[in-house]
């Protein structure tokens, strides 16, 4: 029996069993990186520099991606590496620990008051301007930086301040609360259960206030004569629902979870599901479906293929 004083550093076993397997993860997170580093990237370029995004929408998205920027560069580059040498230090563990939960619970609250602004924006377009001043939208977003900042402390604190006395083989690619937990031989780990079951109820009041926003627009949308701006507005808020709802269930369920039905297997899709997918797919579900965004980037792309070709000549 070793305790936490003595671990100075733990193994991620949850692509060590092949050396093909290993290659295979390290490429394909490779793949998912790039691209969620580009389409991120290009959205906040875009954001800035294009004065006519500089609106409430936009601001809002801008954040988005500066936390799916942030929650993808803390898990996957690690990754590919472990995937390589399956291990992390201790106190590497517990800063990816911090930061996961830092961007994961600051993109939930964000996306909360994303969905505030469309709720606004559809259901009372006169009230937009003095609900959603500039002043309001940088406390909000202030708010969920700051709030997941806390989240994440308090969580990490928790969390490691237990004796870890059961080996140091963590099945996961990252480093997760629930799979930390699993390696405490204290009864004190039940404090952070409860502290996980506290942050799932605020997750779901967070997933009510999300779904119930969406229920007013679609039903102010369905008061739209118009058959093709029915769809558009379908077409722009369905997928923004569907990622919510993934991105909610499945980090609800990674930390909620009985032991009796975890498996390495199930444990590794659902980790995939909440902390990759969404940095991964954000940028297509709610940007590049803007033509206000695509018109930007165009524009963008036009003006740098102008400079270089100038600069060449």
């Not at 939208?137 to 994440?152: D, E, K, Q, R, T």
């Not at 997760?176 to 204290?186: A, D, G, M, N, T």
């Not at 990622?243 to 032991?259: D, N, W």
Request: hydrophobic share 50%; net charge neutral; with cysteine.
């Amino acid at each position: 029996m070793s305790n936490s004083s003595s671990i100075t550093h733990f193994l991620l076993l949850a692509f060590a069993d092949t050396w093909e397997m290993q290659l295979l993860h390290f490429w394909l997170f490779l793949g998912i990186y790039l691209a969620a580093l580009l389409g991120n990237g290009l959205i906040i370029t875009v954001i800035a520099c294009d004065h006519r995004l500089h609106t409430p929408m936009y601001f809002f998205l801008l954040n988005l991606s500066l936390l799916d920027l942030g929650s993808i560069s803390t898990s996957i580059p690690k990754a590919m590496a472990n995937s390589l040498w399956d291990t992390i230090s201790y106190a590497g563990c517990a800063a990816q620990v911090f930061l996961v939960i830092f961007f994961t619970s600051a993109e939930l609250y964000l996306i909360t008051i994303m969905a505030y602004d469309r709720y606004i924006a559809i259901c009372k377009p006169l009230h937009y301007g003095t609900l959603l001043g500039s002043r309001a939208c940088v406390h909000m977003a202030a708010a969920a930086w700051g709030s997941g900042f806390l989240y994440a402390l308090l969580h990490t604190a928790n969390t490691f301040s237990l004796p870890v006395c059961h080996d140091n083989a963590v099945d996961q690619f990252f480093c997760e609360i629930p799979q930390i937990l699993k390696l405490s031989c204290s009864d004190a780990y039940l404090r952070e259960v409860g502290l996980i079951a506290f942050s799932a109820y605020v997750g779901f009041v967070c997933f009510v206030f999300i779904v119930v926003s969406y229920v007013q627009i679609f039903r102010a949308v369905l008061r739209i004569p118009s058959q093709r701006g029915r769809h558009k507005a379908f077409s722009t808020c369905l997928p923004h629902l569907a990622v919510v709802s993934l991105f909610v269930s499945t980090g609800m369920f990674a930390y909620l979870k009985p032991p009796s039905i975890s498996s390495p297997s199930l444990d590794l899709v659902v980790a995939v599901l909440y902390s990759v997918g969404p940095p991964a797919v954000n940028p297509l579900i709610y940007s590049m479906r803007s033509q206000e965004l695509q018109a930007a980037v165009c524009k963008l792309m036009i003006y740098s293929l102008f400079l270089l070709e100038k600069k060449q000549s």
